[in-house]
């Protein structure tokens, strides 16, 4: 990628330090047809536009939370904003989403030839619909960023795996620049994707106000997030039936969501029973709750658990840390990569819930553990601000549209 001058990007990124945008400028950018990316008073050239494509709002999708979080970041710590287009593959009108936001993008394209596509792909939410989207922007000569949110083994796993490969492939070859969570998810990659690939990792809400006093007789695990047999659930409850030997007040808290899918229904109906049968009045679970009260469940455990058996990311990975709570994950993707980097929690094999009640000892009767894994994730969550996951996307933005920006510039000067 093209070197870039960052001193722009620092002076632009910056917001909380000096507002780049009067009054006026703010009024006149909220009534255009998108939020026009300026550079204040300093007679800099506008930066373009940004296209963002992401999923719907949903309580079964992660995905669609990040999308949600990484809009707000943008609008309240950049104090910049961009355009969004959204559609899901599950509504009956998907074809019909496809083509406005199609549509869209050529009306903008004609507008301001300087565009960027940003797409945020989940294979089960965005679908086939983003390779048709990203055809169009390359025809149009935009410049396309793809950030890749699920590994290839889950979709593998899927019966339209085959469409679904297809799909990635086309997106990698027709971006720009590809945007992976971690190391190890840019190495998974295929060859032609993996050099123009950048490692930009979540982004964490820091919550140190409210940290509950644990009690190493008497701790509560936790095991949030979509209630799915790819996230191994059951590998959570033997662990904490197997942990309460040595911990006999042990309490396990189960919470997420459930998908309207008779599979998954039946699953989660299944560990209801299934967790009683193993530790009795000591664990409970509960579906698709409200957001507030998910929140504050975090609050009331003291250590996360985590039995994904494929290589993916987990929102609900980032929010604990978020919470300052040490974690146990299983052995795959980018959330073992970051724990096992960061000290972040311990890592244990696949579908081996000895190991993870061994892990759930360890951390309440080793001394000092339970503090010192504390300790590093508030480090880690406080270098991994959303404001550094905002810099990272510019800076990435920058290095793709600068050669064409300056180009445009010239010629306009000219």
């Avoid at 008073?41 to 373009?48: A, D, E, K, Q, Y």
């Avoid at 939370?65 to 707000?72: A, S």
């Avoid at 992976?180 to 998974?188: A, Y």
């Avoid at 695990?221 to 309460?244: N, W």
Wanted: contains cysteine; proline residues 7%; hydrophobic residues 45%.
């Amino acid at each position: 990628m093209p070197s870039y001058d960052t001193r722009l990007l620092r002076r632009v990124a910056e917001p909380w330090q000096r507002p780049i945008f009067s009054a006026k400028s703010r009024f006149a950018a909220a009534l255009s047809p998108g939020i026009v990316f300026a550079a204040g008073r300093r007679g800099l050239p506008p930066f373009p536009k940004v296209i963002w494509l992401g999923p719907f709002p949903a309580p079964d999708n992660g995905i669609s939370e990040y999308f949600e979080r990484i809009t707000e970041l943008w609008r309240g710590y950049l104090n910049l904003g961009a355009v969004r287009l959204q559609f899901n593959n599950y509504p009956p009108d998907y074809p019909v989403q496809v083509v406005r936001a199609a549509a869209t993008i050529a009306r903008m394209a004609r507008e301001n030839p300087a565009c960027l596509l940003h797409i945020q792909y989940c294979p089960f939410s965005t679908g086939p619909g983003a390779a048709v989207v990203a055809g169009l922007a390359r025809a149009l000569r935009l410049r396309i960023v793809t950030t890749i949110h699920e590994e290839r083994l889950i979709v593998k796993s899927h019966p339209l795996s085959g469409v679904y490969t297809w799909v990635e492939d086309a997106l990698l070859r027709l971006s720009d620049a590809i945007v992976v969570h971690s190391e190890g998810q840019r190495d998974r990659l295929p060859a032609l994707a993996r050099e123009k690939a950048a490692v930009i990792e979540f982004g964490i809400d820091p919550c140190f106000d409210r940290l509950k006093e644990y009690d190493p007789t008497a701790p509560v695990i936790g095991c949030f997030g979509q209630l799915a047999p790819a996230k191994g659930v059951e590998t959570v409850i033997d662990a904490c039936a197997g942990a309460s030997l040595h911990l006999p007040n042990l309490r396990l808290k189960v919470m997420g969501s459930v998908r309207n899918v008779q599979r998954y229904r039946s699953y989660a109906a299944w560990l209801r029973s299934y967790g009683a049968e193993r530790l009795g009045s000591r664990f409970e679970i509960h579906f698709n709750v409200p957001a507030a009260e998910f929140d504050q469940a975090y609050h009331e455990v003291d250590v996360l658990c985590f039995g994904l058996r494929h290589a993916t990311q987990s929102t609900t990975f980032y929010r604990a840390i978020g919470h300052l709570r040490p974690v146990v994950v299983t052995d795959v993707g980018g959330v073992a990569e970051i724990t096992r980097r960061e000290g972040l929690g311990l890592v244990v094999p696949v579908d081996d819930p000895q190991a993870m009640a061994k892990a759930i000892v360890t951390i309440f009767a080793a001394e000092g553990a339970f503090d010192s894994l504390r300790a590093k994730a508030e480090a880690y969550a406080t270098r991994r601000s959303w404001q550094a996951n905002a810099e990272e996307h510019w800076r990435l933005y920058g290095q793709i549209t600068r050669p064409r920006w300056r180009a445009s510039t010239e010629h306009g000067a000219n």
